[in-house]
């Protein structure tokens, strides 16, 4: 790696050594006996990855499918769920953009309502503000947000919808590689392969539960997802593979399973703990900068750190920050426009160093902050 100060795992983190070597290994073997061979001597590596993510995520093989990305997973298991006039849709405060659009949509074509759940005085999803009853569908929750550090809780949500019969969504494309999930509880997750995880961009992953996917009506299918058994008929998958398509990018999916292995061989405990250590040392040290002021809200936190600064705006501080070698990123209302419009705020610096980045580096950080602010 170069001198460059990487605080950008919640954008796209910088995938390990193992993860390029199979990616570009499996590119350059394609060169050398065409996709389909290099494909089929890969097949024992490829069935496996489905153990290896179910091992990430605390489910079973049969219940994990392959995507392209977060968004991807997110429309197509968001699409399967049936939805009329007068259903209710919850949401968090901090919903993401990319899935806030799709529901607004559907919200207009249904007539279903989607409503906003209040958060706590720590602004986490307030469990006891849930207003729960047969007619809410589908909880859309969160895990960590895109645009701050708070951790939303996500087995006492799960415990509360399954008494009305509502689905839970979890969004954990920013926990996912830096939180243990293994024993969350959850009808539906969505990861991305590109951030605390270190794959490579355009993979991701969608977990529906067995019995949740009998619920659910798959809409975007082919003839895998879906056998074709005769001339007017086809039989869909009984796994969750009926989400997958018959194309993809074989070289990234095997990227995307060293990526996992490679976080699992680590432990998501300890890097968990690592990222905790980096998270708190940046976020405390920006505390103290005169000028500075840190806008995580929470009060279990993740990698995420964003701040402002009184004098800088975020986008030149951030593009200050890069040309001295510190690569942050700034989170836009739109990607977050419940939580940011409720916070008066329209852009953060947003900085997320994972276990890679030394506490030394961590700190020269801090002070390269210091002189820009
Ligand atoms: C990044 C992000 C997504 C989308 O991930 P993609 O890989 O771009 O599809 C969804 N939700 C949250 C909270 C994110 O931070």
Redesign the pocket.
Known sequence: MSDLIFLDS?GSSIPPAPVVDEVVGHLRRETEIGGYRAAAERRDDLEAGYGVLAELFGCEPSEVAFTD????S?LTAFDAVPLAKGDRVLVTEVE?G??AVPMLRRAEETGATIEVVPSDRHGQLDVDALDLDERVKLISL?HV??NGGLVNPVNEVTAKAREVGALVLL?A??STGQIDLSGTDYDMLVC?G??WLRGPRGT?ALVVRDDVRRRLRPRLMDHSAAEWTDLDRFEPRDDARVFELWEFSVADRLGLIAAARYALAKGLDVIEAEVGERARRLREGLAALPGITVQDLGERRSGIVTFTSDRVPPMELKDRLWDDGVAVTVSQRASTRFDMTRRGLDEVVRASPHYFVTLEEVDQALERVSRTR
């Open positions: 919640a990305s977060a968004t991807r997110w993401y990319g899935n969160v947000p895109t969004d494309c920013q991305t590109r951030k991701g």
